[in-house]
């Protein structure tokens, strides 16, 4: 347990929260600033920073009770779909440094938008080499 981390207090219950689920290794609660209402954060309960140093039994916890929350949540508050969302690194837009797992409820009529945006590759075969070094790296990682 981290000791500034506002959601390793969170879990120890030194601040409250509005919780929807929990079993031993997760912990899952409404969202105090939602994108659209009936937003849900899945915690590990252990403090990590990085979904890359997340054990696989907390990633498959995490995981495997994301569509069964993301579903009720849906189904609540009248929705039309979800999305999951996790944003890790500062620059990708993590703001709290416990990972965290975005359960957010969708309807066809919220008016959200994520923004996405479509680049393009050169012309010939940089999108391929950039796969091939991406799948090396994988390969060697996997080896280690
Ligand atoms: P991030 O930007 O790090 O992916 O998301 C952090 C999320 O945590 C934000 O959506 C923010 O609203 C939520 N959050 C921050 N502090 C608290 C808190 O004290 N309680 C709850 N329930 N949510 C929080
Ligand atoms: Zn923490």
Redesign the pocket.
């Known amino acids: 347990m981290e000791h500034n981390c506002?959601?390793c207090k969170?879990v120890k219950g030194e601040?409250p929260?509005?919780k929807v689920y929990e079993d031993d290794l997760v912990l899952a609660?409404?969202?105090?600033?939602?994108?659209n209402k009936g937003?849900i954060?899945i915690v590990p309960k252990k403090h990590y920073l990085s979904l890359t140093s997340v054990p696989a039994e907390y990633l498959e916890a995490m995981m495997k009770i994301a569509p069964t929350i993301a579903q009720c949540a849906v189904r609540e508050i009248d929705g039309d779909a979800f999305n999951l969302?996790?944003?890790n690194g500062q620059c990708a837009?993590?703001?709290?440094p416990h990972v965290?797992l975005?359960v957010i409820p969708r309807k066809a009529t919220d008016g959200f938008n994520f923004g996405w945006r479509a680049l393009t590759y050169e012309e010939g075969t940089e999108k391929d080499e950039l796969a091939e070094a991406i799948a090396t790296r994988i390969e060697k990682k996997l080896a280690e």
Not at 29 to 34: E, G, H, L, Q, Y
Not at 93 to 96: K, R, T
């Open positions: 506002i959601f969170i601040i929260c509005s609660f409404m969202d105090i600033a939602p994108i937003h954060l969302h996790l944003s837009g993590q703001v709290v965290h975005h």
